[in-house]
């Protein structure tokens, strides 16, 4: 079976597919992808199917060599890609040939980049996923992130004709700053002022963020209950507000359950653009309502199905 | 007594019940059982807690106004589920953990007799939530309700027995957490290779049995 032999792990790198669905009565968040759109199109432009498993890069990537060689491509945010010294580009397959090494460097944009190998990246299944899990060390490659040394597996998926994709798709799906969001559960919890202060402020991503959730810093809301209340189901991209009042987006490894009041919820269409937020980026809100919200989700499935059929 | 909230534009809630105790979380499993047996297209998950059940969807296959109809149809039916008997679940613990002697002291009593009253009660898992496997129990007995640490640990070891609030549970992960730590068990509770995965499922029944180190 072909490899990959990692030189260097780059900052935080794990392997995800698309999550692990259906075991939130086990406590167990799907995890997947930070950022989704890219991992599907990535595998697309590999000849993959677009829930093939691949590597998720973080701020900086890291130095892979392929004694087999393998059939690459790159997506999400442009870590300036190359093989043995050559640059290649972003969003294109590229054949790297026998005893290569592709190497990532620091994020020239967004937080992730993935490498998506043809075959896909062959770990051991959890619960029908590939996705790491970090804070319970589930799933992925050996439940952590990469080391150097390891050697992963190259999949043996079927792979199809590679692919390119067009300068208006990558357009559309440029991750946005400007996160739109409905209500969440508790939204009528907060007084109209507060919820206005949340629509109206800027917001900095914090360091203390990560793939469980985001913690930003900006105007502080007035928290309801001083934060408390029974815990619930909460969902992804919802915006908890505990006491102190500073907002926490709930990203792919959150805990299922949670008892902190939610202000509002970005919508599904808009998530994989917080795969791509670094910590002191500036992010704002946008109120839309459920009919929008789901207007836009639509738009964007059928833009992304209809470049997987092409 | 069944409210139906918005939650996000991929997920409804559903409220069972405004009080935690066994009414609401029956009505709670009984639901859970009928979407687990019946599934409604386009759901991709479910989390059962306390009081609710968030459903979540595919918003592209799905909308809130199908989800919520099909749904009072199961509410309609939800007297009729019958619920097979809870599962006992023994989980061995050691008596050991750092916040016992405050525990005990909290309430005046000596160590010994915080652990007679908590390996003595019989437990309900009302749900597992937050993290794989963690079950948030009921049943603590009332002289033992203990306040979170004002200040919660960074990380608190697996399988550390805690108490928090009225309600007290295990740890099945590093993790960090403010419940007070009263024991250890050396079991595995959330282990993959298991074909249950976890060992403690929502609806069982649970007893702690002390023991001495392991």
């Given amino acids: 079976m072909p490899v990959i032999q990692v030189q260097s792990p780059g900052m935080f790198s794990t392997v995800q597919d698309l999550g692990r669905w259906g075991y939130g009565p086990l406590g167990v968040s799907p995890s997947g992808a930070a950022d989704p759109i890219a991992l599907r199109i990535g595998n697309v432009l590999a000849g993959n199917a677009e829930s093939a498993a691949a590597l998720e890069m973080t701020l900086l990537g890291g130095a892979f060599m392929f004694p087999d060689g393998g059939i690459v491509a790159l997506t999400g945010s442009d870590f300036g890609p190359s093989i043995d010294g050559t640059s290649i580009p972003m969003w294109t397959a590229c054949k790297v040939r026998p005893g290569q090494t592709l190497r990532t460097g620091p994020t020239r944009s967004g937080a992730r980049c993935y490498l998506c190998v043809a075959g896909g990246i062959a770990v051991k299944l959890l619960l029908g996923s590939a996705s790491t899990h970090i804070l319970t060390g589930l799933g992925g490659f050996e439940g952590r992130q990469l080391k150097k040394g390891d050697v992963l597996k190259i999949g043996e998926d079927p792979v199809g004709r590679q692919r390119t994709i067009d300068s208006d798709l990558q357009a559309a799906i440029a991750p946005r700053r400007t996160l739109r969001a409905t209500i969440g559960p508790q939204t009528d919890w907060f007084s109209p002022a507060s919820v206005r202060r949340f629509y109206e402020s800027a917001y900095m991503v914090t360091e203390e963020s990560n793939r469980m959730g985001l913690r930003l810093e900006g105007a502080e809301l007035e928290t309801p209950h001083s934060g408390q209340m029974t815990s619930e189901g909460v969902s992804l991209g919802a915006i908890q507000v505990p006491a102190g009042g500073k907002p926490i987006i709930l990203f792919v490894e959150q805990g299922t359950t949670g008892g902190y009041p939610k202000i509002a919820n970005i919508i599904a269409a808009d998530m994989p653009s917080v795969g791509q937020l670094r910590p002191r980026d500036d992010i704002r809100f946008e109120f839309v309502t459920p009919e929008a919200a789901r207007a836009i989700d639509i738009a964007q499935h059928r833009l992304l199905g209809e470049f997987a059929r092409r | 007594m069944t409210i139906f909230q918005y939650a996000s534009d991929q997920s409804l809630m559903v409220y069972l019940g405004e009080e935690i105790n066994l009414d609401t979380h029956h009505r709670v499993l009984k639901l859970l059982r009928l979407l687990e ?176 180190c392991p």
Avoid at chain 2, 43 to 68: C, G, K, M, W
Avoid at chain 2, 126 to 142: D, E, H, N, R, S
């Fill in chain 2, 37 to 212: 047996a019946e599934p409604i297209p386009g759901v991709r998950n479910l989390h059962p807690a306390y009081n609710s059940i968030l459903i979540v969807f595919d918003p592209v296959e799905q909308d809130h106004a199908t989800i919520e109809r099909i749904v009072r149809g199961y509410l309609d039916r939800l007297e009729a589920v019958v619920l097979a008997p809870p599962r006992v679940v023994e989980i061995p613990v050691v008596y050991d953990g750092p916040d016992l002697k405050d525990v005990a002291e909290l309430h005046g009593m000596m160590p010994e007799r915080v652990i007679e009253l908590h390996s003595s009660a019989r437990y309900v898992v009302y749900f597992v939530g937050f993290v794989p496997g963690f079950a948030y129990l009921g049943g603590l007995p009332k002289e033992l309700a203990t306040p979170r640490l004002t200040t919660p640990r960074k990380l608190v070891p697996k399988g550390s027995v805690a108490i928090g609030g009225t309600h007290t549970g295990v740890y099945p992960f590093d993790t960090p957490g403010g419940w007070r730590l009263i024991g250890k068990t050396p079991i595995e509770i959330f282990d993959p290779d298991r074909a249950e995965l976890s060992r403690l499922l929502i609806g069982d029944e649970v007893r702690f049995t002390p023991i001495a």
